[in-house]
């Protein structure tokens, strides 16, 4: 809070890591069956996101989750459509 107090507060999505994965990996699946985007970006998304889990820890989980709700709502499909163009 502004006065120097902490205040609990209930934000959307998955409460840590784990569960995150969880939900990542039946995302990562309906996005190779609708061949939205390919398979290797999606790993090394997975890879990242647990090497910034695994090297700075449960304490930083809120940061990484909101960093990348913004990377695959804004990011990661526009990177998708630009590759398919680059295909053709």
């Given at each position: 809070?502004?006065d120097?107090t902490?205040r609990?507060?209930?934000?959307?999505?998955p409460?840590?890591?784990?569960?995150?994965k969880k939900?990542?990996?039946?995302y990562?699946?309906?996005m190779?069956m609708?061949?939205?985007?390919?398979v290797n970006?999606?790993?090394?998304y997975?890879?990242?996101?647990?090497?910034l889990y695994?090297?700075?820890?449960?304490?930083?989980?809120?940061?990484l989750?909101?960093a990348?709700?913004?990377?695959r709502?804004?990011?990661l499909?526009?990177?998708a459509?630009?590759?398919?163009?680059q295909k053709k």
């Amino acid at each position: 809070a502004g006065d120097g107090t902490y205040r609990r507060i209930e934000l959307k999505g998955p409460p840590d890591f784990h569960i995150w994965k969880k939900a990542f990996k039946v995302y990562r699946n309906n996005m190779i069956m609708i061949e939205a985007v390919g398979v290797n970006q999606l790993d090394r998304y997975l890879q990242i996101m647990t090497k910034l889990y695994t090297d700075y820890g449960a304490c930083v989980w809120l940061l990484l989750y909101q960093a990348d709700v913004r990377a695959r709502s804004s990011h990661l499909l526009r990177l998708a459509r630009r590759a398919r163009e680059q295909k053709k």
